[in-house]
């Protein structure tokens, strides 16, 4: 067999499409979303070689047209659960074993179909099945996916190449990464497709085999990914995905001895619930289980008084009001000094008018639904309560209606305590809470912003003022994992902001870095002796 050092391409962040009136991806994508609506799929699991299809059948409908049906997936239970296990061990040994440059190019083929062919149909599903516009489902199914993908492959190719620098006459060291021992269990979010497909390929890139278990209402585009590893040439057994009740797959996971590492995004009840089953389960595992979780935030922006309003109000309605709040770095408390607050406020306001909410299937729709009825529920509950809080004022939205679709009102409230539950609590919908601090107090309200939440994943500072961004920087230094200076906490890009957070927001393993690969290989370093010692005696040991 050939061998060689290979360079992989080298990777550039996938274009984003405008979806401009006129634009020919305009057209074409609008073409995808009614061919889409038209049809009702049936989405099997995929375990090994086989579809498996129970006829325990469950509908997937549009979370902004909650009546119409896109198709239904089939249930699985425990018993699929211990298949997809064995079905990933069974694969493991061909897979590991395999060349790094065939796994490499498996996933590079993979993003470049999701960029080419797939890219219509990609967006399309996550528009559909979790209600994101065109933009955002741009730049999550289409661009972030594909970024991942081919910069974890250069991220692989660094791993592989990073080397003891020096060995000594008549000795090589070298070191080999070896994929973990066992499974590992992709548990993965609704909010993002991207990170869906992240979890388990960042793994498998590695030479491990996953379990993939998606959330409910991401069914609908995670099949569409697997359309695409499979195409691509994911061999059977190295990516599973199955559709099986969280504490059902978790009895079955977590006590099962080839257990080898958890990649999670999503709550952090669940992170925690997950972590205390592997500490009690843990002298049951062949090896330590990497735990790599991303969970939850409370995401802040900070205005000091030199701040510009308009790029404040600016930066509050994207970042707290993009894909209706849904995303773990949206801004959910904002902190405004008392001299700029009525222009920002008139500013935020006027721009509020203008929104208009919907189906993402109508392109002029900047906000669309949040994802199910429970949700819907969680979300209007803080809202009433707020209401009713006499320290809080209602200044924007507050309305909401599910009668068609889970649409919720971009919310905006101000209160006079800082410590109010919707500025400390997850809210993980469209609702922003302020709090106006006396301008001259801005080290005080800097402490405010990192005592409030036990959260630490994403934050922001506007300032004009070079000296309060540098403090900014410095006293909240463990309160955000991506901190941003004059931008809003959303929309970390793949190879420029490496995105996790610390504290109760996750292990901080950064999605779309090196250290996340790092964390699904098991280093083993050997050292070969070419002249082999035959005299145990030292010179040291010779007479005077």
Request: hydrophobic share 40%; charged share 20%; proline share 6%.
């Amino acid at each position: 067999m050939l061998k060689g050092f290979f360079n992989v391409p080298e990777p550039k962040n996938e274009p984003v499409n405008s979806y401009a009136p006129g634009t020919p991806e305009r057209a074409s994508l609008q073409a995808a979303l009614k061919a889409a609506r038209a049809k009702e799929v049936d989405v099997p699991m995929y375990i090994g070689s086989e579809e498996v299809r129970t006829g325990n059948k469950k509908p997937l409908s549009p979370p902004h047209d909650h009546q119409h049906i896109l198709g239904y997936f089939h249930e699985g239970d425990a018993s699929h659960v211990e298949q997809a296990i064995n079905a990933a061990l069974g694969a493991k040994e061909a897979w590991e074993c395999m060349e790094w440059e065939q796994r490499a190019a498996v996933f590079l083929k993979a993003a470049d179909l999701i960029a080419g062919p797939y890219r219509d149909k990609m967006n399309a599903a996550t528009m559909l099945g979790q209600s994101k516009n065109p933009f955002q489902a741009e730049i999550d199914s289409a661009c972030e996916i594909v970024d991942f993908l081919r910069f974890n492959v250069k991220y692989m190719t660094n791993i592989y190449e990073e080397q003891p620098p020096i060995s000594g006459n008549g000795v090589w060291n070298r070191t080999e990464q070896r994929p973990l021992e066992g499974f590992v269990f992709a548990l993965t979010p609704f909010n993002f497709t991207a990170i869906a497909g992240n979890l388990p390929t960042a793994p498998a890139m590695m030479g491990n085999t996953v379990v993939w278990k998606p959330a409910y209402s991401q069914i609908y585009a995670a099949n569409v990914l697997m359309e695409v590893f499979r195409e691509a040439g994911v061999p059977d057994g190295v990516i599973n995905l199955i559709y099986v009740d969280g504490p059902v797959t978790g009895e079955v996971i977590f006590k099962h001895p080839e257990f080898a590492g958890i990649h999670f995004t999503g709550s952090t009840a669940v992170f925690q619930t997950i972590w205390k089953s592997i500490g009690e389960n843990i002298e049951t595992y062949k090896s330590y289980p990497r735990i790599v979780g991303e969970t939850g935030g409370k995401d802040f922006v900070i205005a000091h008084k030199s701040a510009d309003p308009k790029q404040v109000a600016t930066a509050l309605l994207r970042g707290a009001f993009e894909f209706q709040g849904q995303k773990c770095s949206a801004v959910s408390r904002a902190y405004m000094p008392a001299n700029i607050w009525e222009d920002v406020k008139k500013y935020l306001l006027e721009d509020l008018k203008t929104v208009k909410m919907g189906g993402p299937e109508d392109f002029t729709n900047f906000f669309n639904a949040v994802i199910d009825e429970k949700a819907f529920d969680k979300i209007s509950k803080y809202i009433d309560n707020a209401k009713e809080a006499p320290e809080v004022e209602l200044i924007a939205g507050g309305n909401y209606d599910k009668s068609k679709g889970y649409f919720i009102e971009p919310t905006v409230f101000v209160t006079q305590d800082p410590m109010y539950t919707t500025m400390c609590e997850e809210i993980f919908g469209p609702v922003l809470t302020i709090y106006v601090y006396h301008e001259e107090q801005f080290e005080t309200a800097l402490e405010l912003v990192d005592k409030t939440s036990p959260y630490g994943l994403t934050g922001a500072i506007f300032s004009h003022d070079r000296y309060a961004a540098e403090l900014a920087t410095k006293k909240l230094r463990n309160a955000a994992g991506n901190f941003y200076i004059n931008d809003k906490p959303t929309g970390a890009v793949v190879g420029q902001q490496p995105f996790g957070g610390a504290r109760k927001s996750g292990t901080n393993d950064k999605a779309g870095a090196m250290i996340n690969l790092l964390r699904w290989v098991s280093p083993r370093t050997i050292k070969e002796t070419f002249v082999t010692a035959t005299d145990y005696r030292y010179p040291f040991m010779g007479e005077d």
